[in-house]
């Protein structure tokens, strides 16, 4: 389950997260995206861009992300990933999210 305090409804295919449980101005997406999740649950986070697809797949500390610069490019790729799986422990939960700083 995300950790963000303050969801809208999917929105366009995505979920936007605005705030989290933290008083740090982050930098940039991926600073925030793995504070806001965990960063003891985040294995890694790649890419640049405010829209993240997030695999809460595998084990508990098995999140991944990945960060695009537009919507479009997201559900894109979350869709490739819904037809492939993302790895061995693939589960199917994935989910595209809009992080607005």
Known sequence: MSMATNRTGARRGATTWRHHKCLLRHRNTATWIKCAIGPRRVLWVSGHGSYAVISWC??????????HTSLTEALAAVKQIDRGACGRLCTGWHEVVEVVL
């Open 58 to 67: 595998g084990d508990r500390n098995d999140v991944t992300v990945v960060l």
